[in-house]
């Protein structure tokens, strides 16, 4: 018989099997019930909870609905042991006794027995399920499965719960209205049992200096979540301040370099914690910003979260400038560029080997000033710092009217002698995060000699 043919023979189970399952449903109770007891709710969903009425609760295995009626409407006795567990950290009470793992306990005909999870709810926002199994003591194979789960609320939650950024460039200070780029959005979470009317309205504290957060704004009405709970969201910006010309009440310097940044005190929290090199939290630039809510009652929530402030950067330049393998008395050429991170105008002021100022090695180093070299591709007056040593000379030109956040470095290099060179150039500038820039100059040197052997058949 043809596949296709046979395959059609199976069509009306196949249809039957899916009936089946739609009406049973996958995992369901029926499958996980295969005892003659009977149980109100297999699948247990407590009251969700606020994590302040955990914290506050005396016992708070007390405000789970954790108990499960096992009720025996047969005619016969039924006899089930504690199978099993998902999880070794919570226990089973039996008729407010411990019920030992594959404890026998009888349930008596048309009777019932109380089994407790014991468990306590968690101690951080989130949700989290407990499974118990009881088999037959006549048939192992049957099993009946208990399940209690409950979902935890943070009564105030703050997303993101840390921002990262950096203090605006002198730039971005000097522009017209905030620095965009030092804008970041914080959403807050603000969940409540209680009446609509309840939620009150966010106080938000524990930025540093210069930095603030803007009007909260609800979002949208007050929802009501599950278990008479009430949950609204506001939206706020935390973002640097531009200090008014001459004003220094806010502790800002023009320098943006020079912030001083202080962290108002929160008493909940050791908000001057020290971490590494001695240095308190505040002072390295970590800040925690709080987030409170104060119902009718004057019962005060908060949340809190971390703004990380990083100092401004000064100039970034490569480390290593390696010209790999080269042949004496053979020019090798290379441009580097000198940007600074926080956008501010620098100068060259000069540069120098980190050598000893009487190192014999060293047979010159001097500037040319102003010359026409014409080693830029715009062929503009350019000054030359020149460094001669008894291995190599190098020769750093630039545009000598440039002063902007970057710098074009043309470096000429000329090896005298073969070996490794490794040598520190040291470029002295006039930014005050950066006033001296170290690049380290390295190169392998072969002889012209080797390069013309290898070449030749």
């Known amino acids: ?137 006549d048939d192992p194979q049957q099993e009946l499965h208990l399940t209690l789960r409950v979902r935890v609320h943070a009564d105030v939650r703050l997303e993101p719960d840390a921002i990262i950024t950096t203090t605006p460039s002198a730039s971005a200070q000097n522009g017209p209205g905030p620095p965009s780029a030092e804008q970041h959005e914080l959403v807050v979470r603000h969940t409540w049992r209680g009446e609509k009317e309840d939620g009150g309205f966010p106080a938000l504290t524990g930025l540093p200096t210069g930095w603030e957060f803007t009007n909260p704004i609800a979002s949208e009405e007050p929802l009501s979540t599950d278990d008479d709970l009430w949950q609204q969201i506001w939206l706020t910006t935390v973002q640097f301040r531009k200090p008014d010309a001459g004003n220094e009440q806010h502790g800002l310097m023009k320098d943006p370099s020079q912030l001083e940044i202080r962290l108002k005190p929160v008493p909940e929290m050791e908000a001057q914690r020290t971490i590494g090199s001695r240095r308190t939290e505040s002072e390295a630039g970590i800040h925690h910003m709080k987030v409170s809510f104060e119902n009718r009652a004057g019962e005060v929530v908060s949340a809190y979260g971390r703004l990380v402030v990083r100092e401004p950067s000064g100039i970034v330049a490569p480390s290593v400038i390696h010209w790999g393998n080269i042949l004496v008395d053979a020019s090798q050429f290379r441009r580097v560029m000198l940007t600074a991170g926080d956008d501010r105008a620098f100068s060259v002021l000069g540069l120098t080997l980190d050598r000893p100022a009487n190192d014999e090695r060293t047979l010159e180093s001097s500037s040319d000033g102003m010359s026409a070299e014409g080693q830029l591709e715009t062929h503009s007056a350019t000054q030359t710092w020149r460094v001669q040593t008894t291995d190599f000379e190098l020769a750093v030109s630039m545009d000598a009217a440039a002063s902007g956040t970057q710098q074009s470095l043309h470096f000429d290099f000329l090896p005298h002698h073969e070996g490794q060179i490794d040598e520190t150039l040291i470029i002295n500038t006039d930014h005050p995060l950066t006033p001296t820039v170290q690049i380290r100059l390295m190169a392998i040197v072969t002889p012209a000699e080797a390069e013309t052997s290898v070449l030749t058949p």
Not at 10 to 24: E, H, M, N
Not at 81 to 93: D, N, Q, R
Not at 119 to 135: D, H, M
């Open 1 to 137: 018989m043809p596949f296709f043919q046979s395959r059609d023979m199976f069509k009306p189970l196949w249809f039957i099997l899916c009936a089946v399952s739609l009406v049973v449903g996958c995992g369901s109770d029926l499958l996980t019930n295969t005892l003659p007891i009977q149980v109100d709710n297999l699948n247990r969903v407590s009251p969700a909870l606020l994590l302040s009425e955990v914290e506050k609760a005396d016992d708070p295995k007390e405000l789970l609905d954790a108990d499960f009626q096992l009720e025996n409407h047969s005619t016969l006795p039924q006899s089930l042991t504690l199978a099993g567990k998902s999880c070794s950290c919570y226990g089973v009470k039996l008729d407010g006794a411990l019920l030992e793992p594959h404890t026998p306990f009888t349930i008596a005909p048309a009777s019932s027995r109380v089994l407790t999870f014991d468990v306590a709810p968690p101690a951080k926002p989130e949700e989290n399920s407990w499974t118990v199994r009881l088999a037959s003591g």
